[in-house]
């Protein structure tokens, strides 16, 4: 069993940046792909960006390209979403998840474990 806790999130003007974290509980957090998905009052849950269990692959949903960045620690159990030039179409809860298969995985069925989200808001 995997225990995600994510943290970072809040209220920031159009252009700011944030940085969320995810701390997973668990000794095999190093081989568990990691990831991160959104979702915006009314819309369905969204991926975001995504790294495999030893971060030399990533990848981004075409609204994150450019502007995240996904980074992990295995070392702390901890994965990371840089965010940058945030807009107020970046608004939503992020949520982090882990896969038990270690390779980047963009769809939410392909994750065996969620947290509990956090609070993103974009202000223009």
């Known amino acids: 069993q995997v225990q995600l806790v994510e943290s970072g999130g809040g209220l ?8 969320l974290s995810c701390a997973a509980s668990g000794r ?3 081989t568990y792909a990691m990831g991160w998905f959104r979702q915006a009052p009314g819309k369905e849950r ?16 075409d609204s994150a390209k ?11 159990n901890t994965v990371y979403l840089q965010m940058n030039s945030l807009k107020p ?3 939503a809860v992020y949520y982090c998840a882990a896969a038990r298969s270690g390779n980047v995985r963009s769809t939410s069925s392909e994750y065996d474990y969620w947290g509990q989200g956090t609070q993103v808001t974009v202000s223009s």
């Open 46 to 61: 969204e991926f975001v960006a995504a790294s495999n269990w030893s971060s030399r692959t990533s990848g981004y949903a």
């Open 28 to 30: 095999t957090f190093s």
């Open 12 to 19: 920031v003007q159009a252009g700011g940046s944030l940085r």
């Open 89 to 91: 179409e970046d608004t």
């Open 66 to 76: 450019g502007r995240f960045t996904i980074s992990r620690d295995n070392a702390k």
